[in-house]
Nanobody, 128 residues
Framework: QVQLVESGGGLVQTGDSLRLSCAAS????????MGWFRQAPGKEREFVAA????????YYTDSVKGRFTVSRDSAENTVYLQMNSLKPADTAVYYC?????????????????????WGQGTQVTVSS
């Protein structure tokens, strides 16, 4: 059984930092990559960042480039999202997701429908 468990969310002020973690279990068949998405109230879920599992190649949406860093620890089956210089616009529920498509991950990492497994989400609230 595949499980993705996020942690690290919370309430912070503008300019603060948070590090989200996503611990994966049950992915014995391999992973193409892991992604982070977020969903703010009344908005659609949007892509934030992703990392290809085998190469460590990272991808970001423009609004977080230079502020967020995604990484993975293959030995611990954990992916991280380091978020610096947080803004109120970053307020959302953050979800991690696993895409098991090793060959196509690099083409479709921004698409939520490409991911096979999702965590329960963790709330990030940035106050002004």
């Amino acid at each position: 059984q595949v499980q993705l468990v996020e942690s690290g969310g919370g309430l912070v002020q503008t300019g603060d930092s948070l590090r989200l973690s996503c611990a994966a279990s049950g992915l014995s068949f391999g992973v193409g990559g892991m992604g982070w998405f977020r969903q703010a109230p009344g908005k659609e879920r949007e892509f934030v960042a992703a990392v290809a599992w085998s190469t460590g190649t990272t991808y970001y949406t423009d609004s977080v480039k230079g502020r967020f860093t995604v990484s993975r620890d293959s030995a611990e089956n954990t992916v991280y999202l380091q978020m610096n210089s947080l803004k109120p616009a970053d307020t959302a529920v953050y979800y991690c997701a696993a895409d098991t498509s090793i060959n196509t991950f690099r083409h479709f990492y921004t698409r939520s429908a490409s991911y096979d497994f999702w965590g329960q989400g963790t709330q990030v609230t940035v106050s002004s």
